[in-house]
């Protein structure tokens, strides 16, 4: 069974600093891993996918690298700002594309 | 997000009553999720959809049943509702090889 775990599971900076938010998992047969953010009360949105054949993604101010071998997956936000604060979710997508959540990070970026 | 509309977006009802969740979809997507979310658990897959009439449990499908006789819809039931599961209600979409997109969520009290 898929075990993922994202460290830290809360951080709070200055606004400006450049954050990597980190994601394990236990099973590196994945076909891909997602990327999430949800803010309070509401669904989560979709950040970046990136597929078991790629070592990066890139969106914006979003950088997402993954190393399929060791079970890992970073998520990098550059020149963070107060919008960014939230609760970013690592989920890898084993067979029969289902993925397998980790219990986030929660961002608070003070202005 | 991916036109994913939830409903009701807020239910409260009682102990040992029928709820019935809806979930629609605009994008013509074959893959469709159930998920709840609780504090302390994170997101969990309760049933999905890989097609009309075509459906498999997830990690916490113990009293719920799923319906899918329309592309677009995705019914779960929870044939007599139990305070344990009062939780938030997530459906989300795909398709093959795409990312998982969210609707709004629907929050579900059983008192």
């Known amino acids: 069974k898929q075990e993922v775990t994202q460290i830290p599971a809360a951080l709070s900076v200055p606004e400006g600093e450049n954050l990597v938010l980190n994601c394990s998992f236990t099973?590196?047969?994945?076909?891909?891993l997602q990327w999430f953010r949800q803010d309070p009360g509401k669904g989560l949105t979709s950040l970046l996918l990136?597929?078991?054949?790629?070592r990066e993604q890139t969106s914006g101010r979003l950088n997402a690298s993954l190393d399929k071998s060791s079970g890992r997956s970073t998520l990098y936000i550059a020149a963070s700002q107060p919008g960014d604060s939230a609760t970013y979710l690592c989920?890898?997508?084993?067979?029969?594309?289902?993925?397998?959540f980790g219990g986030g990070t929660r961002l608070m970026v003070k202005p | 997000d991916a036109g994913i509309t939830q409903s009701p977006r807020h239910k409260v009802t009682e102990t040992g009553t029928p709820v019935t969740l809806r979930c629609h979809q605009t994008?013509?997507?074959?893959?469709m999720y159930w998920y709840r979310q609780d504090p302390g658990h994170g997101l969990r897959l309760i049933h999905y959809?890989?097609?009309?009439?075509?459906?498999d449990k997830g990690e916490v499908s113990d009293g719920y049943s799923v319906s899918r006789s329309k592309t677009e819809d995705f019914l779960l039931t929870l044939e007599s509702a139990t305070s344990s599961q009062t939780s938030v209600y997530f459906c989300?979409?795909?398709?093959?090889?795409?990312?998982?997109?969210f609707g709004d969520g629907t929050r579900l009290s059983i008192l």
């Open positions: 989920a890898p997508n084993n067979a029969g594309n289902m993925l397998t």
């Open positions: 099973d590196s047969a994945i076909y891909n």
């Open positions: 990136i597929q078991s054949s790629q």
């Open positions: 994008e013509n997507h074959r893959y």
């Open positions: 959809s890989y097609g009309v009439k075509d459906t």
């Open positions: 989300a979409t795909k398709d093959r090889d795409q990312p998982q997109h």
